[in-house]
């Protein structure tokens, strides 16, 4: 079996640091049927299907989570998109300002 995607280990890794442990309540939170949704979340975490960017954002929004954390394959800048997701808009002008001097 080959490596497991980026997407399916950032959704594993938000699932549990949101506090959510089953696979099935994302789901459900995240608008999936009740019935599927444990199997479903499951292979979307296993690396064996990838949910519709439709699907993702919904995900993302109920992990409190920016979107583009699932895709990004440098856990440097993964941890970055993580923390500049939980600034304001003012925090994130002065951080971007700062970066512009740099």
Excluded: W
Aim: net charge positive; glycine share 6%.
């Amino acid at each position: 079996m080959g490596r497991m995607s980026i997407l399916a280990k950032r959704l594993a890794e938000a699932r549990k640091r949101a506090g959510i442990s089953s696979q099935r309540e994302l789901g459900v939170m995240a608008g999936l049927h009740i019935s599927g949704a444990d199997v479903r979340m499951f292979y979307y975490e296993a690396g064996q299907n990838q949910p519709k960017l439709s699907l993702m954002k919904r995900i993302a929004a109920e992990l409190h989570t920016p979107l583009p954390y699932f895709y990004c394959e440098d856990d440097v800048l993964a941890n970055l998109i993580l923390k500049f997701g939980t600034l304001d808009e003012a925090q994130k002008k002065k951080l971007l300002d700062f970066v512009d001097t740099l």
